[in-house]
């Protein structure tokens, strides 16, 4: 065995006795360098890399190395897996994109037999059917949102939100019904319909693309204002599933306003209001929203029909709807007169007679019939 002096492999062979005894604690042989945990660096070595006279030649050294670079590529890896993970439990996907179709929309004037009844707001609609109908937005319910084969009813709900939130802008606010704006309604319109829109309101026609009338309801501020900025509303949505990447909304609501002239002073005013009238819209909507709309809170109007009175059956509705205000009646004449050879028109023009059942009942005394 060799002694707490000697070299690893024992006394090499060769090495004189004698005197030589008292060094043998300092003498290096090779097999004593090759198990040394430094190494020195050559000189050739020092002057090409400009290292350190020394390296590290231990075996643990070198294994923690690679197990830090394995460490690495496994945190690495795992990072990945992660974000491929959430991407694919994301509750919303990565859209498929399609351009939505065109709105079609139509808008049919309801004429009354006789004269509009006028009275205050308040008499008019207790009057009415609109008597048990919600005020505002409350009148625009959500249904139960459940999920569908390819959506959750968590999307659902966000399909009916931008639904409901589209009827609410384009119908009750007051800032869109006088004209004042169009700006809430266009945010919630697809991008990729949003040029349609635009040329909808800037140069609104009735070819059953761009009346402005389809997209929301809207007043010539210089003939009507709002006698109760109450509107009354009933009515339903309905959600379905138009395919994996789809969902379909349908509303169906009827709109009661209380009307008077633009030129009788303010609503609430005394006297203001006493010849308001009542103008009811009937709005059938049908929606798509697909999961890039989910994303962004968009919206594609797909069809649009108006019934609206009372109102003259020649009334150009391309712009605004033009009611009938509290003693007028409508035009003896038909529906405005329609030229099937002229290109980008509708050949359907078409009229409804309002039903007196649908007029406010007043009682006698109450009702303005100039």
């Known amino acids: 065995m060799a002694g707490p002096g000697d070299p690893p492999e024992g006394t090499p062979e060769g090495v004189p006795g004698?005197?030589?005894?008292?060094?043998?604690?300092?003498?290096?042989?090779?097999?004593?360098?090759?198990?040394?945990?430094?190494?020195?660096?050559?000189?050739?070595?020092?002057?090409?890399d400009r290292a350190p006279a020394v390296r590290d030649r231990s075996p643990w050294d070198r294994?923690?190395?690679?197990?830090?670079?394995?460490?690495?590529?496994?945190?690495?890896?795992?990072?990945?897996?992660?974000?491929?993970?959430?991407?694919?439990?994301?509750?919303?996907?990565?859209?498929?994109?399609?351009?939505?179709?065109?709105?079609?929309?139509?808008?049919?004037?309801?004429?009354?037999?006789?004269?509009?009844?006028?009275?205050?707001?308040?008499?008019?609609?207790?009057?009415?059917?609109?008597?048990?109908?919600?005020?505002?937005?409350?009148?625009?319910?959500?249904?139960?949102?459940?999920?569908?084969?390819?959506?959750?009813?968590?999307?659902?709900?966000?399909?009916?939100?931008?639904?409901?939130?589209?009827?609410?802008?384009?119908?009750?606010?007051p800032e869109v019904l006088t004209g004042?704006?169009?700006?809430?309604?266009?945010?919630?319109?697809?991008?990729?319909?949003?040029?349609?829109?635009?040329?909808?309101?800037?140069?609104?026609?009735?070819d059953g693309r761009h009346t402005a009338s389809g997209w929301l309801v809207r007043f010539d501020p210089a003939e009507v204002a709002l006698a109760d900025p109450g509107v009354r509303v009933r009515g339903s949505l309905a959600v379905t599933e138009a395919g994996p990447d789809q969902l379909q909304v349908t509303g169906d609501h009827t709109f009661v306003y209380a009307l008077r002239p633009a030129d009788t002073g303010r609503a609430g005013e005394s006297g203001g209001d006493e010849r308001a009238s009542l103008f009811t819209v009937r709005r059938e909507t049908r929606f798509r929203v697909d999961r890039g709309d989910l994303r962004d809170h968009r919206i594609e109007v797909v069809q649009s029909q108006v019934h609206a009175g009372p109102m003259s059956c020649a009334a150009d509705t391309a712009r605004y709807l033009r009611p009938l205000?509290?003693?007028?009646?409508?035009?003896?004449?038909?529906?405005?007169?329609?030229?099937?050879?002229?290109?980008?028109?509708?050949?359907?023009?078409?009229c409804g007679v309002l039903a007196d059942e649908a007029q406010p009942d007043l009682p006698r005394g109450s009702r303005d019939n100039p």
């Open 63 to 173: 294994r923690r190395g690679h197990r830090q670079v394995i460490l690495l590529v496994v945190l690495i890896t795992l990072a990945f897996s992660t974000a491929v993970y959430l991407g694919v439990r994301s509750p919303y996907p990565a859209a498929t994109e399609h351009d939505p179709d065109p709105l079609r929309s139509a808008v049919l004037p309801l004429a009354p037999r006789g004269s509009v009844p006028g009275a205050a707001p308040d008499t008019l609609f207790e009057n009415s059917p609109a008597a048990g109908f919600k005020v505002g937005a409350d009148g625009v319910s959500l249904p139960v949102a459940r999920r569908t084969g390819s959506f959750t009813d968590s999307q659902v709900l966000a399909a009916l939100d931008a639904a409901k939130e589209y009827i609410v802008r384009s119908s009750l606010d």
């Open 180 to 206: 004042g704006t169009v700006r809430p309604v266009r945010l919630l319109v697809d991008p990729l319909q949003q040029e349609q829109f635009d040329r909808s309101m800037d140069h609104p026609a009735d």
């Open 325 to 350: 205000l509290a003693g007028e009646r409508a035009d003896k004449g038909g529906p405005a007169e329609t030229d099937p050879f002229a290109p980008g028109r509708s050949t359907s023009a078409v």
């Open 18 to 48: 004698g005197g030589d005894d008292d060094y043998r604690s300092v003498v290096f042989d090779e097999s004593f360098v090759r198990a040394a945990r430094l190494q020195e660096f050559s000189a050739r070595e020092r002057l090409t």
